[in-house]
């Protein structure tokens, strides 16, 4: 069985190998592949992965080896599903790998929105602390979070792991979800519409995949009506927010600050108007990106691709 990575260097920077995956048959990888070289890498392969190089129609239809795709991520959208079934081709995905990674980082991203900390021992080595000659120093805002309103939007895995913590932290949560969800068992929490959470909460989240209709959803309208002191982070998908609109809601001062781990194009394009934002911190699509999250992932391409060879699949999205 031919099996070939087309985009493996960020699952596998040099310290989470192939093992698992080239015991299960002839394996190629490559560390990125461009759209030109997608098809000419794939003749005569049995089994492909891929993370973000796109696999559509006109890819399958000159590809007539091809069976089965195994989707790096939980996300599958690079791949034409539809056109995948027409061509007998199976797509696999892994539902679940970097949940607390994921929440962790979103929660980091919270801290460092509350307290600064970087800036604030840039701030020591720069002799801030000396000159300012008093025992304590700060000089931004310093936000204690138990008490306050964590609101996500997107309350599947990542979203119920990061209400917890921030239960934890005493914030009382509101969450929404396009689709029932049991009720987490702790307190406060309350299900709310989307216009509420960005309206009542002092930290708004997301946490829910992007489709074809909530791009951009995250607008002007929405972001005006943001408490003056909040904070907006996304750890989601960058497509999911008006970037430009963004930019001016941190401008006015609504929200106070935000933090983003993604973009509407990764790499971020030098005209993306949020490296112009004040009171933003923007991060390289690296919350997933943990050696114990990568390592989970590995395992599972590996058990996907395994139970596809036994001709059982799993984790068959459709």
């Given at each position: 069985?031919?099996?070939?990575?087309?985009?493996?260097?960020?699952?596998?920077?040099?310290?989470?190998?192939?093992?698992?995956?080239?015991?299960?048959?002839?394996?190629?990888?490559?560390?990125?592949?461009?759209?030109?070289l997608?098809?000419?890498?794939?003749?005569?392969?049995d089994?492909?992965?891929?993370?973000?190089?796109?696999?559509?129609?006109?890819?399958?239809?000159?590809?007539?080896?091809?069976?089965?795709?195994?989707?790096?991520?939980?996300?599958?959208?690079?791949?034409?599903?539809?056109?995948?079934?027409?061509?007998?081709?199976?797509?696999?995905?892994?539902?679940?790998?970097?949940?607390?990674?994921?929440?962790?980082?979103?929660?980091?991203?919270?801290?460092?929105?509350?307290?600064?900390?970087?800036h604030?021992?840039?701030?020591?080595?720069?002799?801030?602390?000396?000159?300012?000659?008093?025992?304590?120093?700060?000089?931004?805002?310093?936000?204690e979070?138990?008490g306050?309103?964590?609101?996500?939007?997107?309350?599947?895995?990542?979203?119920?792991?990061?209400?917890?913590?921030?239960?934890?932290?005493?914030?009382?949560?509101w969450?929404?979800?396009?689709?029932?969800?049991?009720?987490?068992?702790?307190?406060?929490?309350?299900?709310?519409?989307?216009?509420?959470?960005?309206?009542?909460?002092?930290?708004?989240?997301?946490?829910?995949?992007?489709?074809?209709?909530?791009?951009?959803?995250?607008?002007?309208?929405?972001?005006?009506?943001?408490?003056?002191?909040?904070?907006?982070?996304?750890?989601?998908?960058?497509?999911?927010?008006?970037?430009?609109?963004?930019?001016?809601?941190l401008k006015?001062?609504?929200?106070?600050?935000?933090?983003?781990?993604?973009?509407?194009?990764?790499?971020?394009?030098?005209?993306?108007?949020?490296?112009?934002?004040?009171?933003?911190?923007?991060?390289?699509?690296?919350?997933?990106?943990?050696?114990?999250?990568?390592?989970?992932?590995?395992?599972?391409?590996?058990?996907?691709?395994?139970?596809?060879?036994?001709?059982?699949?799993?984790?068959?999205?459709?």
């Amino acid at each position: 069985m031919k099996i070939v990575v087309l985009d493996g260097e960020t699952l596998n920077p040099g310290d989470n190998p192939w093992t698992a995956i080239e015991s299960l048959g002839d394996l190629t990888v490559f560390e990125s592949t461009p759209p030109e070289l997608v098809v000419e890498r794939l003749q005569g392969v049995d089994v492909v992965l891929t993370n973000k190089v796109v696999l559509d129609e006109e890819v399958f239809n000159r590809l007539p080896d091809l069976k089965f795709v195994s989707v790096t991520a939980t996300g599958y959208n690079v791949v034409d599903v539809v056109a995948a079934q027409k061509h007998n081709i199976i797509v696999s995905n892994i539902p679940v790998y970097g949940t607390d990674s994921v929440a962790q980082y979103t929660m980091a991203l919270l801290l460092e929105l509350c307290h600064y900390v970087g800036h604030h021992d840039l701030r020591v080595h720069e002799g801030g602390w000396k000159e300012g000659g008093l025992w304590s120093f700060w000089d931004t805002p310093l936000v204690e979070l138990s008490g306050k309103i964590m609101g996500l939007i997107g309350f599947g895995r990542i979203g119920s792991r990061v209400g917890q913590l921030a239960n934890a932290f005493g914030m009382e949560v509101w969450a929404h979800a396009p689709s029932p969800k049991p009720d987490p068992g702790y307190t406060p929490f309350q299900f709310r519409t989307v216009e509420e959470i960005f309206s009542g909460a002092d930290v708004v989240s997301l946490h829910c995949p992007q489709t074809e209709t909530n791009v951009k959803f995250v607008d002007s309208n929405l972001l005006s009506t943001m408490k003056e002191d909040s904070f907006f982070i996304n750890t989601a998908r960058g497509g999911l927010v008006d970037e430009e609109a963004l930019l001016n809601a941190l401008k006015m001062g609504r929200p106070r600050a935000a933090a983003t781990d993604v973009a509407s194009t990764e790499p971020i394009n030098d005209d993306n108007p949020l490296l112009a934002a004040p009171n933003l911190i923007i991060t390289p699509h690296m919350a997933w990106a943990s050696r114990e999250a990568r390592g989970r992932l590995m395992k599972m391409s590996a058990e996907n691709i395994a139970a596809f060879s036994n001709g059982e699949p799993i984790n068959v999205v459709s």
